[in-house]
Nanobody
């Protein structure tokens, strides 16, 4: 079993910054991909950033157009932790942010979700 734990959310004023973390723990061979999604009340879940890797070497790193230039996504394989750095935050970035990751495990390829972390941006 694999666990993903997000942290770093909170309340920030518009123009501010936050760094979200997604820490993976448990039993797995390697991490294939990690992604951040967000969901605001009444809205569908939106993909914010997605990263893939092979043998811990990054293959792709894509950021949604809505946050491009403001958000960056990186993965620290030594600590099995992904970081979403969010700058120049806007009120429309307010949402619950979820981490999702794909792993090679003893039961084959599996993906897992974190519990979510609230980000609130005040105007």
């Amino acid at each position: 079993q694999v666990q993903l734990v997000e942290s770093g959310g909170g309340l920030v004023q518009a123009g501010g910054s936050l760094r979200l973390s997604c820490a993976a723990s448990g039993s797995f061979f390697d991490m294939i991909a990690m992604a951040w999604y967000r969901q605001a009340p009444g809205n569908e879940r939106e993909l914010v950033a997605h990263l893939t890797q092979f043998n811990n070497k990054q293959l792709t790193n894509n950021i949604a157009d809505s946050v491009k230039g403001r958000f960056t996504f990186s993965l620290d394989n030594a600590n099995n932790t992904g970081y979403l750095i969010m700058n120049s935050l806007k009120p429309e970035d307010t949402a619950v942010y979820y981490c999702n990751a794909d792993f090679h495990t003893t039961r084959g390829r599996r993906d897992y979700w974190g519990q979510g972390t609230q980000v609130t941006v005040s105007s």
